[in-house]
C-alpha cells in the first residue's frame, strides 16, 4: 500500500456510531413505526447504549463520530446534546435513514437534517454517512456542494482517498466494510429475513484485532461502524473497550473523530 500519512502517522482508526434508533426499523419498512416493540428496541439506544458507550469513551479519553438521523436530533434532543457536549463530533445521517432515489430529494433531506443539526444542537456537520451506505451517482458531488469535509461511504479501499470534485476541490473518503459493522456479526431480529446467529464477543474481537494488525502493518485505516442499540449492550461495550485499549498500545496510530482522520490523510495524500 502506499504510503498516504503525514507526521510518523502509521495508521487511522476510528470508532463511528450511527445513532439512527427507531429509525433503524423504518429503513428497513415503515409498517415498523407501528410495532411497539420494535420502537422499543430502537430506544434503547439514546436511552440505554449511549450513556453506557459516553461513560466508556470517556474513561479512555476518546472522541468518537456519530452519525445521527435529523429524525432522531429532534425526537431525542438531549441525549444527542450531551454527545455534543462530551465532545464528539455529529455527522449527517439522512432524515428519517432513508434511501434518496432522487439526487434533488437528497439534496433537501441534507438541507433539513442540518437545519436541525445547527438549530438543536448549534453544530455544523462536517461528515456524511448515508443511511445503509447507499449512493446515488451523483452523491459525491452533492456532499461536496453541501459543504462536507469528507464522505464515509465507500468500501472500495483499505486507506483514505480523495475525490475530485467537479470544482477541482478534493473530498476525502474514509472508507469501511461491513466486515467492521457491529451489524454484521451482532444483528437478530425474529423479523424475516435476517434471522441469523448471534456471534460471541471473544469471535468478534479476534477478527476485529487481526484487521486491525494487518491494516496497521500496510499503513492503511480502520473505521469501524457501530450501532448504539446493538453494540451498546454490557458484554460488547467491555469488547470495544478492550479493542481501544490494545489499539492505544501501538505506537503511531491516529486514532479519532473521523474528521480529524480524514485531514491528515488529506494533508499527507495532497503533499
Ligand atoms: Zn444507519
Keep these: 500500500m502506499k504510503k498516504i500519512w503525514p507526521d510518523g502517522i502509521k495508521c487511522g482508526v476510528a ?3 450511527d445513532l439512527d434508533a427507531e429509525t433503524f426499523w423504518f429503513s428497513r419498512t415503515m409498517d415498523s413505526k407501528h410495532s ?17 458507550i459516553l461513560d466508556m469513551l470517556d474513561r479512555q479519553d476518546l472522541k468518537s463520530t456519530f452519525f445521527i438521523p435529523g429524525w432522531v436530533i429532534e425526537r431525542h434532543t438531549e441525549a444527542c446534546r450531551e454527545i455534543v457536549k462530551r465532545g464528539h463530533e455529529i455527522g449527517y445521517h439522512g432524515y428519517l435513514h432513508e434511501k434518496s432515489y432522487f439526487i ?32 446515488n451517482k451523483e452523491t459525491i458531488e452533492l ?16 486507506c483514505p482517498y480523495l475525490h475530485k470534485t467537479g470544482d477541482g476541490e478534493y473530498l476525502p473518503e474514509l472508507p469501511f466494510n461491513w466486515l467492521y459493522d457491529d451489524s454484521s456479526h451482532f444483528f437478530f431480529t425474529v423479523q424475516e429475513p435476517s434471522r441469523r446467529p448471534i456471534m460471541p464477543t471473544s469471535i468478534v474481537k479476534e477478527i476485529w484485532l487481526e484487521e486491525f494488525e494487518g491494516i496497521y502493518e500496510e499503513g492503511g485505516s480502520l473505521t469501524f461502524v457501530l450501532h448504539p442499540w446493538i453494540c451498546g449492550r454490557v458484554s460488547r461495550v467491555k469488547m470495544l473497550e478492550e479493542i481501544i485499549e490494545h489499539i492505544k498500545k501501538k505506537p503511531g496510530v491516529l486514532m479519532g473523530p473521523a474528521y480529524e482522520i480524514c485531514r491528515k490523510a488529506k494533508e499527507g495524500l495532497i503533499k
Design 143 to 158: 456532499i461536496a456542494k453541501n459543504g462536507f469535509e469528507y464522505s464515509s461511504n465507500m468500501m472500495d479501499r483499505d
Design 15 to 17: 470508532f463511528t456510531f
Design 104 to 135: 434533488e430529494q437528497e439534496n433537501e433531506l441534507i438541507i433539513k437534517s442540518k437545519k436541525i443539526m445547527k438549530d438543536l444542537l448549534g453544530v455544523e456537520p462536517k461528515g456524511h454517512r448515508a443511511p445503509e451506505a447507499d449512493l
Design 36 to 52: 411497539v416493540n420494535l420502537m422499543a428496541e430502537g430506544s434503547y439506544g439514546p436511552n440505554v447504549a449511549l450513556p453506557r
